[in-house]
């Protein structure tokens, strides 16, 4: 018999090929093929349900995490699956593990920092896993401002070892993901100390644990920080503290690409930036851009499918009530939100190759493209976690009532989620450095020095300064050349703006200091203009089947429109547009959305997520909502017993004393 799909009449109405949507989400086909497969391993093996997780204790949710991730490098050996593959998997299990950080900060870390010796000993350890790593670099005091790290590195010409120690408690360690309990190794970041001078901050590889009791070394004392936000989420992670009390290792443990130590203690500073001691931040702050579009994504998927299977008001002679993605405020809600989950999609597929393009020049000594890598890799980290973090939340409340049930997944994406705007580099810190990029950009302009990459549109101030906006029907902001240049205009008047006001301080980073605010607005333009641009060069490609391409431009104006509509002030004030414009490009947004409606659950269909991992009854494929949700009730441990545990104490004597004050 073939199963029920509430929303087949939905699927019916789409004007595109699924298929094809399917792939230009994956990036390619065989992105489809590889993460369509590893998706099904990982829904269809019960070891990796995670129904349940939210009811879990800590310490058994820790535990269950342990098991999965057991479970999966087991699958990942047996079935010889790819690095590509093996991460897909481990996504895929969606559970916050000690594995991320190994895999993900942990080993990039010693590729990045370490010299070809140290790869050699320690990569093939870590990629077997007979040692597990974290990357220990925040500590209680000091999280943001990395040079303000204390705890110190201190060589010892006498043994030629390097004596680690905490020396405040402000020191200790405090956040690393997996050292709790898990870690038998770090990259510890400590402040390198050589005859009696400071080098400032620099990685040291540190073995925490014993190999065969998981006890930890001598000086070391090391556990977890406790309970996080939310129930389940986060709390997977063994975040952790750590105290070192002189604690020796080898000077070859030091991470030595960027500066050296040689076996007399002196400092050796080479040709590289030391701005590399940072580039695994640059590296997780890259792929963070691709995990926004993901997460987005989910959200919208559930708060979209269920919007067309809930109906309130509207029933006309007894006939259904309206479903409530029909409602106007709800497209203006959702569909923006969708459009933002594909635009982020293609950001961060571009980001990815700006990455891969600034590591093969680093590793031929050319440095001269990492100041725009740290800036867009910063800004986009920043501008798409905060709008995919606000967004989880307004597609909770979309959903409405349902919306707050722990069982349409959202709550759990959000608690999960809302940490990467603090991670990685607090959002507004990470703005900040972007301004700085910008206004040096600025300052540069007269010098002859021409602007390149994302700042090449700032080599064409003197026509965006003065240029004037061309619109005059709804319509005519479809043209993508009309839509770029209120962009450009906005982002470079801001920033001009803004130069001009910083030149007004003797002192500039008293200036600097007293402009933030505005200056954070500054690169929140500069990004956002990013975002429209590189959707529009995706529109610029070959992009087969039947109306793909025709929903992504509508997608990539909604995406632009509602910018301009949501930021019209800044349009409006800077003079790139009149207000009449700003009023057209809303009548223009309506019709789009219009456009987007029939579409909606093809597009979030193109997502290709498996019911397991959207972990939803909301947003389940078939929108058998109610059905699932009664059958969902009846399964809460609260409902095991028709009378509740503590009646007896509790509940009765109230009732009773109700009973004997109605006597008297
Ligand atoms: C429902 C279930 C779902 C399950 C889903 C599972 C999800 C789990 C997935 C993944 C797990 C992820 C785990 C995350 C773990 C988190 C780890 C961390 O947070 S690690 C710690 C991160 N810390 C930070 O980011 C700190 C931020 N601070 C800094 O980066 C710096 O201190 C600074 C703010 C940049 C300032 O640095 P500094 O004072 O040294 O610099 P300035 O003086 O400001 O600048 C000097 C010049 O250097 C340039 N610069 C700065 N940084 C960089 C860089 N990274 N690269 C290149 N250049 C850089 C800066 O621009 C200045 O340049 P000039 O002006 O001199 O030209
Ligand atoms: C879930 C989670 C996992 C983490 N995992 C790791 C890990 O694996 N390894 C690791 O080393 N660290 C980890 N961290 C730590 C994380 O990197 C830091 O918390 C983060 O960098 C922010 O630093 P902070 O906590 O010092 O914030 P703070 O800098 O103290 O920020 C507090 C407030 O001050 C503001 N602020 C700070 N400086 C400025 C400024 N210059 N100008 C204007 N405003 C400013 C911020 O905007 C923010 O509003 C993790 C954190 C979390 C929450």
């Known amino acids: 018999m073939e199963a029920l799909d509430y929303h087949a009449e939905e699927r019916r109405k789409a004007e595109f090929n699924l298929d094809e949507m399917k792939i230009v989400w994956a990036g390619s086909r065989r992105n489809y093929e590889l993460s369509d497969r590893v998706a099904r391993l990982v ?341 798409t976690t905060s709008v995919t973090a606000d967004a989880i939340e307004e597609c909770r409340k979309l959903c409405g009532g349902h919306g707050y049930l722990s069982n349409s997944g959202l709550p759990e994406l959000f608690a999960v989620y809302i940490p990467t705007c603090t991670y990685e580099g607090d959002n507004v810190v990470l703005l900040l450095q972007v301004a700085r990029f910008l206004m040096k950009t600025v300052s540069q302009l007269g010098s002859g020095k021409k602007p390149v990459g994302t700042t090449a549109y700032m080599g064409r101030a003197e026509h965006l300064m003065q240029c004037r906006c061309e619109v005059e029907m709804a319509q005519d902001w479809l043209k993508p050349s009309t839509i770029l240049e209120a962009f450009e205009a906005r982002a470079v008047r801001m920033s001009i703006a803004c130069a001009k006001s910083l030149g007004k301080f003797s002192n500039p980073e008293d200036g600097f200091a007293e402009l933030s605010p505005d200056l954070v607005e500054v690169a929140i333009a500069h990004c956002q203009l990013i975002v429209v641009s590189k959707f529009l060069e995706k529109l610029q490609q070959d992009i087969p089947g039947k109306g793909v391409k025709r929903q992504l431009e509508i997608l990539c104006n909604v995406y632009a429109l509602h910018l301009l509509h949501k930021h019209l002030g800044d349009f409006v004030a800077t003079g790139c547009i009149t207000p009449n414009q700003g009023a057209l490009a809303n009548e223009q947004l309506r019709l789009l959305y219009a456009q987007v409606r029939p579409n909606a659950i093809a597009l979030v269909d193109a997502f290709n997520y498996t019911d397991h991992y959207l972990g939803s009854i909301l947003g389940c494929y078939d929108g058998n909502v109610y059905q699932k949700l009664y059958q969902e009730a009846w399964k809460d441990p609260l409902n095991d017993t028709v009378v509740p545990d503590g009646y007896l104490e509790y509940l009765r004597p109230i009732l009773k004393q109700h009973i004997r004050t109605a006597r008297l």
């Open 43 to 383: 829904a269809s093996d019960p070891v990796f349900r995670k129904d349940n997780r939210t009811m879990l204790t800590r310490k058994d949710l820790f535990k269950d995490t342990l098991r999965k991730a057991a479970h999966a490098w087991k699958r990942i050996i047996d079935l010889r699956l790819s690095e590509e593959e093996a991460n897909m998997l481990r996504s895929y299990v969606d559970q916050p593990a000690f594995t991320d950080l190994h895999w993900g900060m942990f080993i990039p870390a010693i590729k990045g920092q370490g010299t070809s010796e140290q790869h050699e000993k320690w990569l093939p350890m870590a990629y077997k896993m007979q040692i597990i790593g974290c990357y220990a670099q925040t500590e209680l005091g000091h999280g943001s401002n990395v040079q303000g790290l204390e705890t110190t590195a201190t060589f010892d010409p006498q043994t030629d070892e390097f004596d680690l120690h905490s020396p405040t408690l402000t020191s200790s360690k405090w956040w690393p993901g997996g050292l709790g309990k898990v870690s038998t190794h770090a990259v510890v970041y400590a402040r390198l100390i050589t005859g009696g001078q400071d080098h400032g901050v620099h990685g040291f590889i540190v073995q925490l644990r014993g190999l065969d009791d998981h006890l930890p070394l001598p000086g070391i004392t090391v556990g977890d920080i406790g309970m996080k936000f939310g129930s389940g989420a986060y709390n997977s992670m063994d975040n952790g503290l750590l105290r070192f009390d002189h604690v020796r290792i080898p000077r070859n443990q030091m991470l030595m690409r960027v500066s050296q130590v040689t076996r007399e203690g002196k400092f050796v500073q080479s040709d590289v930036p030391r701005q590399l001691v940072y580039g695994t931040m640059v590296y997780v702050r890259q792929t963070i851009v691709s995990d926004a579009s993901c997460a987005l994504a989910r959200a919208v998927c559930i708060a979209t499918r269920y919007s067309a299977v809930r109906r309130q008001f509207g029933s006309q002679n007894g006939g259904p009530e309206i479903q409530v993605i029909d409602y106007k405020t709800q497209q203006s809600r959702l569909f923006p939100l969708l459009a933002s989950a594909y635009a982020f999609r293609f950001v961060g597929e571009w980001l990815k190759w700006l990455y891969t393009d600034v590591t093969q020049r680093l590793q031929a000594n050319d440095f001269s493209t990492l100041p725009e890598a740290h800036a867009c890799t910063a800004g986009l980290k920043s501008m």
